[in-house]
């Protein structure tokens, strides 16, 4: 009897293994969370995208939930995200732009043909704020509370069921 | 004319050369010690990008950033732990190849310790049954039943 438990104990060893890495290997590791979850916005000093003599730094971000968008004239994706984007800021959701490794005119640009929903953009040409954000791609956005600190990270592209299902609930929940 | 082949020759020296690093910028330290380690470190770290590649073997934009931070710190004398912290804040702990012992992976780290303890467990459970079976003498009654098991005449 002991010992039929015994071999018992080798398949159930197998399964057990085996739902572990089932688990693990269907995981998307470019789904994961950002490494500043719950952590205060990186402290910075930059100039605006709009006029270079204006000085911005982290303070920027507080007194309001708000949320974050990093782009660049040469991500295809932050075309497609803007009427999002735009949709967000017609729900009143305060908006800040980090205009990331681009060109001041090609920025501008961009903003004159796709839209301006932030209040305003971070101007960010070396990736430096960037690098402290721990973005490695474009778009990315957070949702950062009236305190500072960053309660949301979204990877990629916004779509439009995102607005509704992810981001809006969001910022309702921190407001 | 000599010159000029020569220089052209230097040119597609060049060229190729680069062409075969793949993108990838050269470091050169005059410090042997620190040319290892910036070694050690971009090896040691994954691009948050390219999942398979690590920062040192990779072109993607976000990987050669974090090679430009990796020298610069190491030009500030920063040590290898403050350089790697450094990274993981920003990055996570998903960059390292070799994961931190703590809370969320003891399993990982235990597993396989725990499991060749199980399996010596076994074995040595194994070999003491066996050696018990083997060292077990034949009772009186047994004995006579085996020789008359062999002394048995087959009927013919």
Known sequence: M?????????????????????KGLSLDPSQRDSALMERPFPSFEAVTLRDEHQRVDQTLLEGEVTLVNVWGE???????????????ADHDVRMMGVNYRDIREKGLAFLNEFGDPFEANIFDPQGELGFD?????????????????????HKGYISPDDVRERILPEVEKWR | MALMR????????????SAAAGGIEL??????????????????????????????????PIAADMRDRVYQLLQEGRSDIEIVDY??????????????????????????????????????????????????????????????????KRPS
């Open chain 2, 87 to 152: 990274m993981v804040q920003r990055f996570g702990e998903y960059i390292l190849y070799n994961p931190r012992l703590e809370n969320r992976t003891y399993l990982l780290w235990g597993l396989p310790i725990a499991l060749v303890m199980l399996g010596a467990l076994v074995v040595l459970l194994m070999i003491r049954a066996r050696r018990n079976a083997s060292s077990k003498a034949l009772s009186a009654e047994e004995r006579q039943r085996v020789e008359a098991l062999i002394n048995r």
């Open chain 1, 74 to 88: 040469w991500c295809p994706a932050c075309k497609q995200e803007m009427p999002q984007l735009l949709e967000l």
């Open chain 2, 27 to 60: 470091r050169q330290f005059d410090d042997p010690v620190m040319q290892a380690r910036y070694h050690d470190l971009t090896a040691a770290m994954r691009c948050p990008l390219c999942e398979n590649q690590a920062i040192g073997d990779s072109n993607a």
């Open chain 1, 2 to 22: 002991k010992r039929r438990l015994l071999l018992l104990l080798l398949p159930l060893c197998f399964l057990g293994l085996a739902l572990f890495f089932y």
């Open chain 1, 133 to 153: 954000l721990g973005v490695y791609g474009a778009p990315e956005t957070f949702i950062v509370d009236a305190n500072g600190v960053i309660r949301y990270h």
């Open chain 2, 6 to 17: 020569a220089v052209a020759a230097m040119l597609i020296m060049i060229v190729a050369s």
